[in-house]
């Protein structure tokens, strides 16, 4: 296994410490403070989402394929629904009140429905016979996922764990932490009425303390990350507003945020834009605010003569090339989770123009270059918080002009002796057996395995 070379960063100056503690910490109690405020308190509103079905888990124990009978004629350009698969599938009961009982379903069909076969696990559904209510029909709902989804779980974290190990068991952490916010606070408190950017908002940068410090450790370098990233995803909530009013968008750019409003009509879905634009960037916000702070600390350590400005410039070079890879990455992620809607608007026959400035493909636009706004926001503010912490408590020793450092003299004495002592015995080739002239050694090339550094 491979070793471990990371290494704690150098602890910062007392004076640094205090300026960092007094900064962060008033930050960190008035978000608790906002979250107390808005914490959702009793309950979560009831929505009339229809009558709950029955689901019985099931084991599939016999397949029947038949012909399906002659489909009535319709018209022509009709779209068409389901496969055609007819016939019957029996099913052994594994849970409920019927369990080891088995019962008979239709084979499944229409857009979306399971294809099953013989020992596969499934989710039946008991459906009452709106004619005579004490008969039953089944279905079968979907497959079971649990067995695979637990086992790619504990893959992930196992990988994760062996790779990054007491970092890597600190990021589940992080993890854990980040879905609890977000199941007890962000989505109780939007649905309970709150502003959904206000608890947005609130809910990251909870996030973002703990995690951050969960994961990094409560170092200075840490405390720069955080302060980098509060402060991208305020001006990224800023640009967000102006972006989402300037572009006239309502929020309701995709299915879900329509069936949504059709269950529970109090959501503000422009609001809630606003707040899936704060927590997707937060993601990508935390990942450059590290890095960052973490290379200004390693271009400092590797050469402490750099100035604050030297390792600003040094570290943003580093920077850009972070966010010209990262851009595509915002970019694809967001396509990839749109791909259905973007195939249906290539099927659609208005001009590009009129495509692009659709509330559903507007709503994607805004939504990425918004968050690459904030995202390069992010590299220089960390960066030059970065370079003022790692360059404070220096002393006079590092120019703060941006000149470069003065390099140490040599010792004058140590490099006339090192220039001009004798070559040893044996240090020419084994099969070198001719006496070459002087300055013929002297043009020599020095041998693969001797030090070209000088003793200065």
Not at 201 to 223: D, E, K, P, R, W
Not at 350 to 373: D, K, M, N, W, Y
């Amino acid at each position: 296994m491979a070793a471990d070379h990371t290494h704690p960063a150098p602890s910062a100056p007392p004076r640094v410490r205090r300026i960092l503690v007094v900064t962060v910490v008033p930050l960190f109690v008035a978000t608790v403070l906002a979250a107390v405020l808005l914490w959702p308190r009793g309950g979560s509103p009831q929505t009339d989402g229809g009558a709950d079905v029955p689901r019985y888990p099931g084991t599939v124990t016999r397949v029947v394929s038949e012909p399906c009978p002659p489909a009535p004629s319709v018209p022509e350009g009709t779209p068409r629904v389901g496969d055609g698969r007819c016939g019957a599938v029996d099913v052994r009961v594994d849970d409920g009140p019927t369990a080891g009982q088995q019962v008979r379903t239709p084979v499944p069909d229409g857009p979306g429905a399971p294809r099953v076969e013989v020992g596969d696990e499934v989710v039946l559904v008991e459906l009452a016979d709106p004619i005579d209510p004490a008969v039953s029909n089944w279905n079968i709902a979907e497959h079971q996922r649990g067995t695979p989804m637990v086992w790619l779980a504990v893959v992930f974290a196992a990988a994760i764990v062996a790779f990054g190990r007491w970092r890597g068991l600190a990021a589940l952490a992080g993890l854990a932490a980040s879905f609890a916010i977000l199941l007890t606070f962000v989505l109780p408190g939007i649905s309970a009425g709150r502003s959904p950017l206000l608890v947005a908002v609130v809910g990251a940068a909870l996030i973002m303390f703990v995690v951050l410090y969960l994961t990094h450790g409560v170092t200075a370098q840490t405390s720069v990350a955080v302060l980098g990233t509060l402060g991208s995803l305020v001006l990224t909530g800023v640009l967000a507003t102006i972006a989402t009013a300037a572009t006239h968008l309502t929020g309701f750019g995709s299915e879900d945020a329509t069936t949504l409003s059709m269950f529970q009509g109090d959501v503000d879905l422009h609001g809630l834009l606003l707040a899936g634009i704060i927590i997707g960037s937060l993601g990508v916000l935390d990942d450059v605010t590290v890095t960052q702070a973490a290379t200004v600390t390693e271009l400092a350590n590797a050469n402490p003569g750099l100035s604050r400005l030297q390792l600003y410039r040094a570290a943003t070079r580093v920077g850009r090339a972070h966010i010209a890879s990262t851009v595509n990455t915002i970019v694809l992620a967001y396509a990839g989770a749109s791909l259905p809607l973007l195939l249906l608007l290539t099927a659609d026959s208005r001009p590009i123009g009129q495509i692009l400035t659709s509330e559903f493909l507007a709503q994607e636009i805004v939504r990425s270059a918004v968050a690459t706004l904030g995202l390069i926001a992010a590299v220089p503010l960390t960066t030059g918080l970065a370079a003022v912490v790692t360059a404070a408590g220096r002393g006079d020793a590092t120019p703060s002009t941006g000149a470069p450092a003065p390099r140490p003299q040599p010792d004058r004495s140590e490099a006339l002796a090192a220039l001009s002592s004798p070559r040893t015995a044996g240090s020419d080739e084994p099969d070198r057996t001719r006496t070459a002239p002087p300055s013929e050694a002297t043009d020599r090339w020095p041998e693969s395995n001797r030090s070209t550094d000088t003793a200065w």
